[in-house]
């Protein structure tokens, strides 16, 4: 019994992961029905530069704070930020009257460009990360289940920054225009809604939080290298589908769903089956709901 | 404003597609077509750089010392290197490449059983030699009698794990937990088991994971729940570093034990404090006081300014020195001569002990076990000799059973064996950080190497 929740635990904070990176593939798609493909690659950057300002450009690493991890944060936050934006408007804008397989494969091309360019410049090696000043071995204990503080965290920001998004998006001017533009583009320009700009911020907004799941991963597993958004952005694209992709809540639900699936099944059945059965679970939830677990079937746009 | 982005594009591109480029080895080497060719594949890039970059040192101070001497037959020999990302499709292709279009006389690589097994076919198929440095599962001999390795083979390991851990550290049970995506894993931990159970231990839990996964909490849960007293990874460095941290987050926090593929100065980068305790079975040790592995360090040091040689480096330079003194004694360079003289490799003095080809075309020769101390300092526990002839198949001349050799007692007796905290590597260099790493592996990050 406590060994079922100790993998409850394990899964939940699994998934938290996945949930945060899987906000930004779902607001993307929302807004423009792109798969951006490149997002688990811009999270393997969130990550790669908290390496760097916190071992490299600074002594963080060294004598964490919470002060330091938080400026770490922002910086990598920052540089993703960017690179979300010089992503879209060179790569995506300019394709975006063509064919949606067109803007699909450019996706795919950015993703391997991050990924092997990852390699040249920061070079295959892994690198141990430790910018937060708890390790995952601080742990505290419940009921015989140890909880570590980063689980804590990873699952706190995560649903946090799920609340923060659900503000902006329906609760701000630029939430609106989000989704005006995200319903019917060509109208939302007549009525005076700045495409450019509002698919730029929304590409900010997702790389963002790919940059802050990157730094809460790398922060629970230690390890940074340049192929590593590779797994965690598949997962993460599966839960955002699994939830009902474009739906905010959705791509929570489908992160925890697909965490605790892989820990249940490792623990369980066996490791060997983890992934088969997680993604065996998306097949039959989507045979059962095409559009996700909190899609609406409606969504289909004319 | 467009066109400027293009131009970026393609410059980044370039760049990207220019740092997959081979690597042209062989140092100052005249014109090709006077000089003998050599074949390299190893993974340059990938989680498992260290590997391809050490392997190319070993094989590039080898060929160098051969050149200075004058080459073989006369001539120089060129090493062509070309990067397989880690991925055992890429192997294929490089190997292919090398033989078809490069026109090698022989190939050494990959380190990896996985991609020497891609590679194997294609090598037999071309009739030339091809020498794993480092590849010990058992299949990948087997691919043909042009293939041939500089190492022994994944029983041995398991065997020495096994026999380590009944004998000296006497266990009475142990968990596996092994990465079924590598043949390698599955092949130590076949043995690991078979041998651990005929020594009368228990393996008291069976878990897997796939290499690449970061999360391995679920298994050693499992794992904790079981009760062992040490849990065999025979994995690869980086996943065995977060399953270290991971096993200690988890509260299992017995002794690991494991094989080779450990060997890497990111081990303990990556898995700190919780790989302290821990054993590994390995190829050499460059605490060893054997002169030959001093003198050997020594000059590797020199070449590759002070880095430290790791066993990946000197199974390479073996490698590439058996080839090499095969085809100093074959009767001329095509790939069934050179196949004749390193079948016929006997006592062949290599840094890692005396190679014997047996029959199968597989090294004989000892092993050590190493402890990963405090701050990641690798102590040498002792040396295990092959065991008769045992799972090598049927005919092989018989080598008598041999127990553990030298000190096998975790804590070293002094006159025996050194321990790195008393006698650091001679020649250490003055940097801070290589003193800090005396007696642990060193390299500088792969990128640095692959522009060499």
Known sequence: ?302 | MRRMSANFLVCVLAVAIGCKKEQQGGGNVGAADTAIKIGEVGSMTGTEATFGTSSHNGIQLATDEVNAAGGIKGKQIQVIALDDQGKPEEAATAATRLISSERVAALLGEVASTRSLFMAPKAQAAKTPMVSPSSTNEKVTQVGDYIFRACFIDPFQGYVMAKFATDTLKLKTAAILRDVRNDYSVGLAKVFNENFTKLGGKIVDSQSYSSGDVDFKAQLTNIKAAKPQALYVPGYYTDVGLIARQAREVGLTVPMLGGDGWDSEKLYEIGGAALEGSYFSNHYSVDDPSPRIQEFVARFKKAYGGQVPDSLAAQAYDAAGMLYDAMKRAKDLTGPSIREALAQTKDYKGVTGDITMDEHRNATKPAVVLKVGKGGKYEFSGRIQPEGAKEAGPGEPPREPKKTEGNTAPNPAPGTTPTPTQAPAPGATNSAQAAANTGQRQGVPAGEHSKK
């Open chain 1, 1 to 302: 019994m406590i060994d079922l929740l100790q993998h409850l635990v394990h899964g939940v904070s699994l998934g938290a992961i996945y949930a945060l990176i899987a906000l930004g593939y779902t607001m993307v798609y929302g807004v423009l029905q792109l798969i951006n493909f490149a997002h688990g690659d811009v999270f393997m950057l969130g990550a790669m530069m908290g390496w760097y300002a916190s071992s490299r450009w600074t002594q963080e690493a060294a004598h964490p704070t919470w002060f330091g991890a938080i400026a770490v944060t922002l910086v990598s936050m920052a540089i993703c930020g960017t690179t979300g934006f010089l992503i879209e408007r060179f790569g995506y804008r300019p394709l975006r009257g063509s064919p949606k397989l067109n803007s699909l494969i450019t996706a795919i091309g950015f993703s391997f460009l991050l990924e092997y360019g990852g390699q040249f410049v920061f070079g295959p090696n892994p690198r141990a990360f430790g910018a937060l000043p708890v390790s995952p071995s601080d742990q505290f204990r419940v009921l015989g289940v140890s909880i570590s503080y980063i689980d804590l965290i990873c699952v706190g920001v995560s649903v946090g920054l799920m609340i923060v998004l659900n503000r902006i998006i329906f609760h701000s001017r630029i939430g609106t225009a989000m989704r005006a533009v995200s319903w019917n583009p060509p109208v939302a320009a007549l009525m005076g809604v700045n495409i450019d700009k509002v698919i730029s911020f929304t590409f900010v907004l997702g790389s963002v939080l790919a940059a802050v799941a990157g730094i809460l991963f790398a922060s629970a597993y230690r390890k940074v290298e340049p192929l590593m958004g590779l797994m965690p952005g598949l997962k993460a694209f599966v839960s955002a589908v699994l939830g009902g992709i474009g739906n905010v809540q959705g791509a929570m639900l489908g992160g925890l769903i697909l965490g605790l699936a892989e820990q249940l099944v490792s623990s369980y059945v066996s490791s060997q089956w983890k992934d088969a059965i997680a993604f065996a679970i998306l097949i039959l939830i989507l045979l059962v709901k095409p559009s996700g677990l909190l899609g609406k079937g409606t969504a289909e746009k004319v």
